[in-house]
């Protein structure tokens, strides 16, 4: 069974400092991708990127990025430059690619506060 | 263009009630699906709907209904309500359920008394 594990519940971070939200997962399938979503307090869930199993290069949107380390089956997401309006609740979730099998497996979050 | 809607936005029900959330998918997007989200945990897939049909399941009891309508919308039913139901229900849309990318609808938060 897939399982994606968050270990932290909460971070304070300066505004402009980069900060690195940890996700490490585990599956027995070869063919999975890796999500990041930010929840903010509206409740929305908002796709910020997606890196596949088979992807050689780590994956970049913007100011994220993430750090996918297959071996050690880690997939922490890395923010630059973090502005105010990063706070928000960050989740890691993993899809396993087989056909019919294809819902997210969330974790337990990562509460991001950014301070002035 | 509209992203996923969902309605309504709140409900407070009383155990062993019915409910019904809706949810509308991004235009273009024929694959729904739904997740509870308990307070302080991450989402929880309850089933997912292409084409009319439910095309998988989550661990939720059959209290836990639902139906897709050939316009793409669906809805999530939920009989005889317990306490433990209250939640934030999320609805997600994709092109197909094989797509990366799921766009979320800003959930329906549900109490029950």
């Known amino acids: 069974a897939q399982k994606i594990t968050q270990t932290q519940p909460g971070m304070f971070v300066q505004e402009k400092e980069a900060v690195t939200l940890d996700c490490t997962y585990d599956t027995s399938d070869p063919s999975y991708g890796l999500f990041w979503y930010k929840q903010p307090s509206s409740g929305e869930m908002i796709f910020l990127i997606y890196?596949?199993?088979?992807?050689?290069q780590n994956a970049t949107e913007g100011r994220y990025s993430l750090n996918f380390q297959k071996a050690r089956k880690s997939a922490n997401l890395v923010i630059s430059a973090s502005q105010l309006g990063d706070s928000a609740m960050y989740f890691c979730?993993?899809?396993?690619?087989?056909?019919?099998?294809?819902?997210?497996?969330f974790g337990t979050g990562t509460r991001l506060t950014i301070i002035p | 263009d509209a992203g996923v809607t969902q309605s309504p936005t709140h409900l407070i029900k009383t155990r062993g009630q019915q409910v019904t959330l809706r949810c509308s998918p991004k235009s273009g997007h024929d694959t729904v699906s739904w997740y509870q989200q308990a307070l302080g945990q991450g989402p929880q897939f309850i089933f997912q709907?292409?084409?009319?049909?439910?095309?998988q399941r989550g661990n939720f009891p059959d209290r836990f209904s639902g139906h897709q309508f050939p316009n793409y919308s669906s809805e999530l039913n939920v009989n005889a309500l317990l306490l433990g139901d209250s939640a934030l229900y999320l609805c997600a849309s994709s092109l197909d359920p094989e797509n990366t990318e799921a766009f979320f609808g800003q959930g329906t938060r549900l109490t029950v008394v």
């Open positions: 709907y292409y084409e009319e049909e439910e095309r």
């Open positions: 890196q596949g199993s088979y992807d050689q």
């Open positions: 979730a993993m899809r396993e690619e087989n056909f019919g099998n294809e819902k997210l497996t």
